[in-house]
């Protein structure tokens, strides 16, 4: 392979195996190693076709990443989006399958202008001092410097994309798209200007998006208070915020709720502030709720908005844009939200209007980015008409152009697209792109990529040059994140790489954003380029702690990435995430399977220490073909193989071929599952033992042989491995005798392919050897015998008696026979004090005198039992003692119950065995 430029990547990847470290260290070589894998361009889809790797006729295997936020920072939700990713790519990769991901981070708009401004906060200035130029400047500034960060962050994980193509969401490519896609959708009438409910944060003094809400439970307070009637007498009415009475324009009842009939068609007066309002049916009301009588307030609820629009009720909006009251609320203007709701239900109880408070755990919505409550607010904004947008969407779906897996989240899908609202696009900000609209002298509006051809348009339109001022606000990060799969491209422009990679083929991301990112993804790709944004959407769950609960500061479980890498490697972070849920379903997520799987990194280590140290001084034949991707280690002649040979070589191909199925179906945790399992018990604990018979008992040529199986199992084994621990298998496979040469690396090498190595007589027959191996270890471990002690055997085989002396060295070594003790034989009598284990077809006796000192054994056995029969008398006489059962907890007596039970059986155990002897 190409000298890498860093010497400490050469040492760290070329080291003779006597001089490996005993344990894995990742810390020592992910670094030097993803510089190496960049440096050599293997991320870049043009390397793979210049080096002959990919298929010319293959379709290209394209994702396009999940833009982070730029001023962020990786978190387990980054960390699982990564692993997912770079395991598909990896894998089509070494299918031979031009493959790119492209990488890239969003601006987010409103979260990078508050990082921004709690900074200046610090400084002692805003950004209303500053002023909109100099405070983008300072946001430029900002990103300029903190981008690196979270790129840097993302090549820890190992993300193998292709870093030439990073994009950045105002890129003026990128911006350029955003502004063609606002004018087209404006000139057709499918984004306008109104005035309707949303989302505000007082602090960020801007509309929000639904997925920008959070909502908390919080202990509130229901206030409960008489409604004057015009007529006399008086309505009783609840909520949950007495300020917002002074917007309220109605009061509603249920149209067959009897109480109320009477009173439809009625005048209310607001209290204090007197002003008429009708008593109105919908059905809407809920006359179990409450006191069956809802107050309606169209400028400051959703769902009041909508009864609003249903009666033609005035739309009251009674707050400025930091939640303080305007001159609708009468009196109370000027007081902020908070302290309006206490001096108005102050004034109430003066005026004998408050029933009762009560207190009500309820949910409240915060602003995700600086945790104000949001306040539903009447805004002029600008909407796009999603309607029409939708309907093509949820056709992609539904023929199959798109597949949404798991399945079942195509009917959360279908029901919001089939009842989706129009999307407020602009934002209260400066930072991000600018909507593309000027206003004349008139208010007359023209759309257009800039000052200039907004001149133009506008001298059309007086027949001179007026003054004309841009609209003040800025478009919602979704809206450019929409056009993210062909924007990154190059489009609008017709550019090699949208016409070489667009459509993409996966989306990855988690299910809690389908609605807002996957569905405007899917509108916007349609309406835009006419093709699907990409075929296939792949959700995953949420990273959840050990408890199930969700990570959070406030709950002190949150798992950093970056600490979690620099403890355990990245590997090993990987492959807990891939391998810790399924599809679209919650993962619980601990330190301790973090370590477990940084063990399983040693383990296989470890076990490629002891293949290299036996490879040295051998030469092993290559196997060659037309493909130099495909390089690997020659096999042997079949006579030449053991039956463990035979064996291993046949699981490696059964594991192969289940894992290249399951990673095409999308089930990456149980393919990785099936390797671990592979690796860690039947390669390691079995062959690799198995294997130490003919290295060191053999003849040269048997050791030879099954040197060849040893290493062509654990190179083909780092192939399927590597997507999931990418920097573990790159490592050893460098170490490899002749493979790393002319250019070669793991990542670019070819995925296994079926070589019909797969052998079932020698599966059923090493099966049935390693039953008895395990019956074996456990009479050992249940008389105690010491590991070292060899122990006789008497082997009543039957039809197998050919094959226990065939491979008696291999039983020998595994179960720690005496093989000058083995007698083996068709049909063998059971022999007096010995234990009989039958398993397999074949019954086999271990005589009790070779285990152990009968007489010691005896006297051992005795006492335990008289021990555990005073322990049985003290926790019967604690349950039959009458206090005890009435005073102690339920789960006490039941953990004693248990305990009495537990030590009879085992007393009963013990008294068997004893009679045994």
Known sequence: MNEPQNSATTDSLNTPAAQMPKAYEPQAVEDDLYAWWEQNGYFRPEKQAELGQSDPNAKPFVISMPPPNVTGALHLGHAITNSVEDLLIRYHRMLGHPSLWVPGTDHAGIATQNVVERALAAQGTTRQEMGREAFVREVWDWKDEYHSRITAQQKRMGNSCDWTRERFTLDSGLSEAVIKTFIDLYNEGLIYRANYLVNWCPRCTSAISDLEVEYEEVLGKFYTFRYPLKEGGYLEVS????????????????????????????????????????????????????????????????????????????????????????????????????????????????????????????????????????????????????????????????NGDIQIIPQRFERVYYNWMENIRDWCISRQLWWGHRIPIWYGPDGHTFAARNDQEAQEQAIVHYGKAVHLEQDPDVLDTWFSSGLWPFSTLGWPEETDDFKTYYPTTVLETGYDIIFFWVARMIMLGLKCTGQVPFSYVYLHGLVRDDQGRKMSKSLGNALDPLDLISEYGADALRFSLLTGGTPGNDMKMSVQRIEGNRNFANKIWNAARFVIMNLEGRELPLAHDADRFNISYQLPAKDDLALSDRWILSRLESVQHEVTRLIDTWQFGEAGRQLYEFLWNEYCDWYIEAAKVRLYEGTPAQANATCQVLAYVLEHSLRLLHPYMPYLTETIWQNLPGLAVEGRALIISRWPQDRGLADTQSDEAFGRLQEIVRAIRNVRSEYNVEPGRRIPAIFSAGEHAALIKRELPLLANLARLNSEGVEIGAEIAAPDKAVTIATSGIALYVPLAGLVDLEAERTRLQKEIDNLTKQIERSQGLLANEGFVAKAPPEVIERERSKSEELRARRQQLTERLASL
């Open 239 to 398: 909520t949950t915020r007495p300020e917002t009475i002074l917007g309220d324009t109605a009061v509603a009842v249920h149209p067959d709720d009897e109480r109320y009939k009477h009173l439809i068609g009625k005048t209310a007066l607001v209290p204090m502030l007197n002003r008429e309002i009708p008593i109105i049916a919908d059905d809407y009301v809920d006359p179990t709720f409450g006191t069956g009588a809802l107050k309606v307030t169209p400028g400051h609820d959703p769902n009041d908005y909508e009864i609003g629009k249903r009666h033609n009720l005035p739309m009251i909006n009674i707050m400025n844009k930091d939640a303080s009251l305007n001159e609708a609320a009468g009196p109370y203007a000027g007081l902020d939200r908070f302290d309006a709701r206490t001096k108005l239900w102050a004034d109430m109880e003066n005026a004998e209007l408050t029933v009762r408070v009560e207190e009500r755990v309820h949910q409240v919505g915060h602003c995700q980015r600086c945790h104000t409550i949001v306040e539903p607010l009447l805004s002029e904004q600008w909407w796009v008409k999603t309607a029409p947008l939708a309907e093509p969407s949820i056709a992609a779906v539904r």
